[in-house]
């Protein structure tokens, strides 16, 4: 008899080779980096899809439209701002906005061979709502650090929420949600201890500015920025301890995926649970 | 005849795409909103829904359910003209400032994003399959013959093949698959979609030759920039391509651009004057007629009706056009 868990872990392997095949072009990769392959993405989503009567073959190929929809989605966010420096600079950015819209294409070509006509529909509507959001994060001079985190949280959940409510999962609605916001977060948090800063905590520092803290040095806002994005990691973790403790077996090893994650970044539960 | 006649029989319909236009791409956040109308605002020929519109009528002619076709048609070449001011560093576009030079380069790509599943969503409110599944391979084709377009930049190796299957996935296929949902939309026979969609793809075809023989003969007024501006990007066209079959010109190009001394203006314009001398022009303005032709051996299949003889009047505007 096959284990439960072994399985699971073939067909996602199965679903990353034709994602990684599907994003190999030679002439792209030869100016971009290959794309990012979000793997909690993948196993949430993974989730999400074996609770539906869908067929294998139609499974993977939902998986696969939709991961290539964020990663779509993702590569068109590393666009640069800059003037090109050089011929390869100039390359880059030209290729980056190529990728993005050929990886795009593709989930809707996957999905037209199924007519799955609602999906399309359910995915092109997450994707103007993201890109709203997007928008809103970075257009929109926040007076306060909350509206920046709801609007973080929009970003990552767009998604998720608009799957499970195409199939009816309202259990992992909420899960994946949270979880992905809270990825987002650790990203950020990671981000900022590896460059010293990040957009999130950008975006909070700025908000300190112009707010009651405005006479905080520079260095005083960055660390005042990290210590408003600790608490709200540590207010979303226990979410997710909550929701984790009420779901399935799934769930738990996200659990531990997230303990993980937790570790790799150095943060200490207890100090966050003071601050938070 | 100028577009605006031809377009006479339609005003109505073109009107209320315009309008349907303006709401579609209504967007909560006011700088996508109002990126999303900058665009739209700076106008445009409306070919492609035009020819949505005049497929339609070989079928029931239904303006609620050809409107979606026609919208999302003309929005999703608006959505690639948005990133293609990011691939080309535009600053102007049809004499405004590019999304990306008012704003930035990032909110030109939120804004293409958006705009192009807003056109997706809008074909998917048909619930015909074939619709989705002829969009999706005509976009899919686009974004690869945009990658290939890069690729083959300052290539001098490439032929006269390589540039027709790049103009075809560049041009030609949006124009036929306009076309062709038109037909499918208003339930038009399958030979009738099959005629039509070939009329475009020839249309295309010779829409974009004729785009490429301006960017040599054009005037500033006209093209709203120098002349040579595809040559300055790399991009090698028919009437450039046939100069470099010709005698010894090939080398003689290939050495202008590797020269150091001069600006890329005055390159540019030392290759105008070969391919000008060479024939080019000419020869690529007979394939471009050859394409249209075609196109009009197509239109002959189908029935005589008004709207065959407002396709073939703007095939034949397409052709002669000087911008």
């Not at chain 2, 492609?48 to 048609?73: C, E, H, I, Q, T």
Request: aromatic residues 8%.
């Amino acid at each position: 008899m096959t284990n439960p868990k072994e399985t699971t872990y073939k067909h996602i392997a199965g679903v990353r080779d034709m994602l990684q095949s599907r994003l190999s072009h030679s002439y792209l990769l030869q100016f971009i980096d290959f794309p990012i392959i979000d793997e909690e993405r993948l196993y949430v989503f993974y989730g999400m899809l074996e609770q539906t009567k869908l067929e294998r073959k139609r499974k993977e190929d939902t998986l696969l439209s939709i991961m290539l929809v964020q990663i779509a989605l993702d590569t068109h966010d590393l666009i640069s701002l800059d003037d090109v420096a050089n011929e390869n600079d100039r390359k880059n950015r030209q290729l980056t906005v190529l990728a993005g819209d050929y990886f795009s294409s593709m989930y809707y070509q996957i999905l037209s061979k199924w007519n799955d006509n609602d999906l399309i529909c359910t995915l092109s509507e997450a994707i103007q709502e993201i890109n709203e959001a997007k928008m809103s994060f970075y257009q929109t001079d926040h007076r306060t650090v909350e509206p920046i985190f709801d609007n973080l949280k929009e970003i990552e959940s767009i998604l998720v929420r608009k799957v499970a409510e195409h199939y009816g999962l309202d259990n992992w609605k909420t899960f994946g949600m949270q979880y992905f916001y809270m990825n987002r977060l650790l990203l950020e948090r990671k981000q900022g201890l590896i460059h010293s800063s990040s957009n999130l905590l950008q975006k909070i520092a700025l908000t300190l500015l112009t707010v009651k803290e405005s006479k905080l040095s520079s260095d005083q806002q960055a660390s005042k920025a990290k210590t408003v994005l600790d608490s709200y990691v540590g207010h979303a973790k226990k979410e997710i301890d909550f929701l984790c403790q009420h779901y399935s077996e799934l769930h738990r090893w996200f659990q531990n995926r997230l303990e993980y994650n937790w570790g790799i970044i150095g943060i200490k539960e207890e100090k966050l649970a003071e601050e938070g | 005849m100028k577009l605006k006649t031809i377009y006479a029989s339609l005003k109505n319909d073109l009107s209320f795409i315009e309008s349907e236009l303006e709401q579609t791409v209504n967007a909560h956040h006011p700088v996508l909103r109002d990126a999303s109308n900058h665009l739209l605002k700076a106008g445009g020929k409306r070919i492609r829904p035009v020819f949505v519109l005049l497929s339609g009528k070989f079928g029931d002619y239904n303006l609620v359910l050809m409107k979606n076709v026609a919208v999302a048609l003309e929005l999703i070449h608006m959505a690639s003209l948005v990133h293609d001011d990011v691939i080309d560093d535009a600053e102007m576009r049809r004499g405004k400032k590019t999304i990306k030079a008012k704003w930035d380069n990032r909110v030109a790509m939120y804004t293409g994003d958006y705009i192009f599943a807003r056109a997706i969503e809008l074909v998917t409110e048909l619930k015909e399959p074939a619709a989705n599944s002829i969009l999706s391979n005509a976009i899919l084709e686009m974004s690869i013959g945009e990658i290939e377009q890069i690729k083959d930049q300052f290539n001098w190796d490439q032929n006269v093949r390589d540039y027709f299957r790049r103009i075809k996935r560049k041009t030609a296929l949006l124009i036929a698959t306009s076309c062709e949902l038109g037909a499918v939309a208003a339930g038009a026979s399958k030979a009738e979609q099959r005629h039509l969609k070939q009329f475009g793809y020839y249309v295309g075809m010779s829409y974009q030759i004729t785009d490429d023989i301006l960017d040599y003969t054009g005037t500033v007024k006209e093209l709203g920039k120098p002349a040579g501006g595809d040559l300055l990007q790399g991009n090698i066209t028919l009437p450039v391509l046939y100069a470099m079959n010709q005698d010894n010109k090939k080398h003689e190009i290939m050495d202008i651009f590797s020269k150091q001394l001069n600006t890329s203006q005055e390159k540019v314009n030392q290759v105008i004057s070969i391919v000008k001398s060479s024939g080019g022009i000419e020869f690529s303005q007979r394939i471009s007629d050859r394409y249209l032709q075609k196109a009009f051996n197509e239109l002959d299949q189908l029935p005589a009706q008004p709207a065959r003889t407002s396709l073939r009047q703007i095939a034949e505007y397409i052709g002669k056009r000087k911008h």
